[in-house]
């Protein structure tokens, strides 16, 4: 392997020299810099980064935790993180926990390994906390996404769950629905918690009851298992709409109507948090909290670098980006 050593021998210079043409540091003639470039590419030299990280003690490595990138959502998400930190000479290394804290752990364990600089952190819910305090024992710098942890401060860019459910809800009162069910995530995950406050906030502010029999907790991954659904369509008085707390769910719960028999919104009227990506482009059919996935990401690591450099203050940031409610045709007036 060709080393500085070599290179600073056949271009007679030192290998301070050498190094402070890899780095782009010091003071250097430019003649004695495009010399030592040329015998570089002459000797396909490659710089060795991990050696250069232990002197900088930075590696330009950021690391990008999520809990499932086939959900649009995330897969957004990453590519405003990525591009941001591209555009500020970052590289992202990539995570996907599952929703699953053992998985999680894992990946914690390797960004400890790797020595990246900075995490961006979805974390699979409460039993995180363990995790984000392993990170913050080894100094390393993290901002969480979408989500936040009861007991961890840190830097967080999340969605205003709570208003969109509001916003959700109150559009199918509006329609007339007054019995409306709540498919949610699992409660240990600070979202769902959100968006049931705002799905009691809505029926309180419209003089509706709040009855826990409409109420089940799936957890945010494609559900197999939808005997729930049916003990909600055998209630006495069963809903006319259901609030989805994010599109698999809403997915899963319109292919289990579909398979009973039960049209949508024909029957019942569906409404979700978060949009498909493309799919709601191609078919525009489910009304939905929207959330602004690509500024999660590009925000998330705005944060972390400045937090990385040092130029954010003492004081822990929280930016909240609102949802937009867009109306389709998966939401329509009680016949």
């Given at each position: 392997?060709?080393?500085i050593y070599d290179i600073a021998k056949k271009?007679?210079?030192?290998?301070?020299?050498?190094?402070?043409?890899?780095?782009?540091?010091?003071?250097?003639?430019?003649?004695?810099?495009?010399?030592?470039?040329?015998?570089?590419?002459?000797?396909?030299?490659?710089?060795?980064?991990?050696?250069?990280?232990?002197?900088?003690?930075?590696?330009?490595?950021?690391?990008?935790?999520?809990?499932?990138?086939?959900?649009?959502?995330?897969?957004?998400?990453?590519?405003?993180?990525?591009?941001?930190?591209?555009?500020?000479?970052?590289?992202?290394?990539?995570?996907?926990?599952?929703?699953?804290?053992?998985?999680?752990?894992?990946?914690?364990?390797?960004?400890?390994?790797?020595?990246?600089?900075?995490?961006?952190?979805?974390?699979?819910?409460?039993?995180?906390?363990?995790?984000?305090?392993?990170?913050?024992?080894?100094?390393?710098?993290?901002?969480?996404?979408?989500?936040?942890?009861?007991?961890?401060?840190t830097d967080m860019v999340l969605g205003d769950?709570?208003?969109?459910?509001?916003?959700?809800?109150?559009?199918?009162?509006?329609?007339?629905?007054?019995?409306?069910?709540?498919?949610?995530?699992?409660?240990?995950?600070?979202?769902?918690?959100?968006?049931?406050?705002?799905?009691?906030?809505?029926?309180?502010?419209?003089?509706?009851?709040?009855?826990?029999?409409?109420?089940?907790?799936?957890?945010?991954?494609?559900?197999?298992?939808?005997?729930?659904?049916?003990?909600?369509?055998?209630?006495?008085?069963?809903?006319?709409?259901?609030?989805?707390?994010?599109?698999?769910?809403?997915?899963?719960?319109?292919?289990?109507?579909?398979?009973?028999?039960?049209?949508?919104?024909?029957?019942?009227?569906?409404?979700?948090?978060?949009?498909?990506?493309?799919?709601?482009?191609?078919?525009?059919?489910?009304?939905v909290a929207a959330q602004p996935a690509y500024?999660?990401?590009?925000?998330?690591?705005?944060?972390?670098?400045?937090?990385?450099?040092?130029?954010?203050?003492?004081?822990?940031?929280?930016?909240?980006?609102?949802?937009?409610?867009?109306?389709?045709?998966?939401?329509?007036?009680?016949?």
């Amino acid at each position: 392997m060709v080393t500085i050593y070599d290179i600073a021998k056949k271009a007679n210079v030192s290998a301070m020299t050498v190094s402070r043409v890899i780095n782009n540091t010091g003071r250097i003639s430019e003649k004695t810099r495009m010399k030592v470039k040329r015998i570089m590419e002459e000797m396909n030299y490659v710089p060795n980064s991990m050696a250069r990280s232990l002197v900088l003690q930075e590696t330009k490595i950021l690391s990008l935790l999520i809990t499932d990138i086939t959900n649009p959502f995330y897969t957004t998400l990453a590519r405003g993180a990525e591009d941001a930190a591209k555009r500020c000479g970052y590289k992202l290394l990539f995570g996907n926990s599952d929703e699953n804290l053992i998985k999680e752990k894992e990946y914690v364990d390797m960004m400890l390994t790797a020595r990246v600089d900075g995490v961006l952190f979805a974390p699979a819910g409460d039993g995180s906390l363990e995790h984000l305090n392993t990170l913050r024992k080894h100094n390393i710098p993290l901002v969480l996404l979408d989500r936040e942890v009861p007991g961890f401060e840190t830097d967080m860019v999340l969605g205003d769950s709570k208003d969109g459910a509001r916003k959700l809800v109150e559009h199918l009162i509006s329609l007339g629905h007054k019995r409306i069910a709540l498919i949610n995530g699992a409660l240990q995950v600070s979202t769902a918690r959100h968006r049931l406050a705002g799905y009691k906030e809505a029926l309180k502010l419209n003089d509706l009851p709040y009855d826990d029999r409409l109420v089940a907790e799936f957890g945010y991954k494609p559900f197999a298992d939808d005997s729930s659904l049916d003990e909600l369509l055998q209630l006495d008085d069963p809903p006319t709409a259901i609030f989805a707390a994010n599109n698999f769910l809403a997915i899963g719960v319109i292919r289990a109507l579909r398979a009973r028999g039960i049209p949508v919104p024909e029957q019942i009227s569906v409404v979700c948090f978060d949009d498909l990506g493309e799919s709601s482009v191609i078919d525009p059919f489910l009304t939905v909290a929207a959330q602004p996935a690509y500024q999660f990401g590009a925000l998330g690591i705005q944060l972390l670098i400045e937090r990385i450099q040092d130029k954010s203050g003492e004081d822990y940031r929280k930016i909240i980006l609102p949802p937009e409610l867009i109306v389709r045709s998966s939401s329509r007036e009680r016949s």
